[in-house]
């Protein structure tokens, strides 16, 4: 299931929705917005997207890390609009009757939502607003997967 929305979400209850299924291994991962960046403090982001375009690349994605890992349930959530440093602003969750497989597909899931996703990101700082572009670290992780023939 994906869901880009604005109000918060609990952990507690996407990981009892994860686990519903009964796979052997329930792998999440849960992103909170930084107070920094490279040049120094930052109060929060503004995050724009268009939902038709952003919730197909997210389907893309889950569908692609389908092919490569045997997967039960995927939980994608990522939040849009005004966020405050410190709030919760993206969930991956992923189930596998193998944890090599969860691992790997969380891993896969947040490194290709962070370059595919088109979710456009400003962060807001005492110096002003600034829109965020990819990093190269990001691009780097992702790239990875291009070589990698996982099971």
């Given amino acids: 299931m994906i869901s880009v929305q604005t109000q918060d ?3 507690a209850e996407q990981y009892q929705l994860l686990r519903q299924q009964g796979e052997g291994a329930i792998v999440t991962f849960c992103g909170l917005v930084r107070d920094f960046n ?5 109060s929060g982001l503004h995050l724009e997207h268009y939902p038709q375009m952003t919730e197909q690349a997210l389907q893309q994605i889950v569908n692609d890390a389908r092919a490569r890992w045997p997967l039960g349930n995927i939980r994608i959530i990522h ?3 005004e966020l405050d440093a ?4 993206v969930f991956v969750g992923v189930t596998s009757q193998h944890r090599d497989a969860a691992f790997n597909a969380a891993q896969f899931i947040m490194d290709y939502l ?3 996703a088109p ?3 400003k962060e807001k700082s005492a110096q002003g607003d600034q829109w965020v ?3 190269n670290s990001d691009i780097q992780a992702a790239s990875q997967w291009l070589d990698k023939e996982d099971s």
Avoid at 38 to 42: E, H, L, P, R, S
Avoid at 86 to 89: D, F
């Fill in 86 to 89: 410190g709030e919760q602003i």
């Fill in 79 to 81: 939040r849009v609009g």
């Fill in 119 to 121: 979710i456009w990101k």
């Fill in 9 to 11: 979400f609990d952990v």
């Fill in 114 to 116: 962070k370059t595919r």
């Fill in 38 to 42: 490279q040049q120094g403090k930052i």
């Fill in 133 to 135: 572009a990819s990093k």
